[in-house]
């Protein structure tokens, strides 16, 4: 449903060379599905919404949505935003506060190229505000709606014209927490009552490994990793993506071997460590072995038969009711890990430390 091959956009900013916002990006986001642009502020994602809905010219590469070319840097295409199926909401919601919530939602039919007539205005406005269960707002001031209801009416606004695709850019970093949480889930039962295929923006990991089918972690104006967010938390392939998705710990070592499984071990100042390696990384490579904190087991008693036992030492033990959260110390590293409120432990308390081989990722350094 939205094609995007090669996209390049640079920014005049007075300099030579400008900035290169987005650097020959290529994705496709099939029909129906919720993909997500994920990445640090500045890495281009806004900007790649707004090249694909028109409102940012693009210097190079191909957008294609709904089957139609509506940029085509070879062919000199520009379709103009209008003409796009596209209903786009804005990192800022950009509602009116001098209209009504009627008069908001009818804005994009009053200014769009073709004739509306009063009566089919009223009809489109209506279902898109029943669409975001506005229905029976429709006179009120739209500042007179609480946050999460203007964040409705803003995609009330995106949905009135019937686009093919919706571009969301950033929809709920105005909410507070609780209800940030509340319109996450409701924004994505929306999508898939009307089956509308979603582009996404946001730097927030948790909206992007809740919400979406596919993410594609953004770093610097190129795409780092892409796949569904199991993939990207579980299986990161640069230290980049490991990091910026959830938290990690990270042993620097160097790769022994590599097996025909992708299973290997890596040499590091705590010990050798057996675990995955990225395809590609050879013996003798300089790599970081990443592991999430709640993939480690801490134990009070060395278990037998398990692989990449460590002896550790408690450094700092925090409770905080769903689980606990301490930093074991080896000789040289130091890991974050969360475990059961139930483990009773102490600062200094000597225990081992488990790291499953499975969970274990050697990355190039
Ligand atoms: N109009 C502009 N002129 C010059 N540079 C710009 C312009 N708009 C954006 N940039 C630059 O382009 C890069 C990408 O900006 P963009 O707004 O796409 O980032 P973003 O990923 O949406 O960030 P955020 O999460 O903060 O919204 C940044 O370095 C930014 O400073
Ligand atoms: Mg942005």
Known sequence: MIEVKGLVKIYDDGSNAGVKAVDEISFTVEEGRFYTLLGPSGCGKTTTLRCIAGLEKANGGEIIVAGQKVYSANENTYVPAYRRPIGMVFQSYAIWPHLTVFENVAFPLRVGKEKVSNTEVKKKVTTALEQVELGGYEDRMATQLSGGQQQRLALARALVREPKVLLLDEPLSNLDAKLRERMRFELRELQRRLRITTLYVTHDQIEALSM????????????????????????????????????????????????????????????????????????????????????????????????????????????????????????????QTHQRHTLEIRRGDPVWVELPPAECMALPA
């Not at 278990?303 to 606990?324: H, Q, R, T, W």
């Open 212 to 335: 979406s089918n596919v993410i594609a972690v953004m770093n610097s104006g190129v795409i780092a990793q892409e796949g569904g967010p199991r993939d990207v938390y579980l299986a990161p392939k640069s230290k980049f993506v490991a990091n910026f998705i959830g938290s990690t710990n990270q042993l620097p070592g160097q790769v022994i071997s590599v097996g025909s499984d992708a299973m290997g071990r890596v040499r590091t100042e705590d010990g050798e460590i057996a675990c995955a390696i990225l395809e590609g990384l050879k013996p003798g490579s300089n790599v970081v072995v990443v592991v999430r904190p709640e993939s480690l087991n801490v134990h009070l008693q060395k278990p037998a038969n398990s692989a990449n036992v460590l002896d550790a030492k408690i450094g700092a033990a925090m409770f905080l009711g769903e689980y606990l959260d301490c930093t074991v110390e080896l000789g040289h590293n130091v890991l």
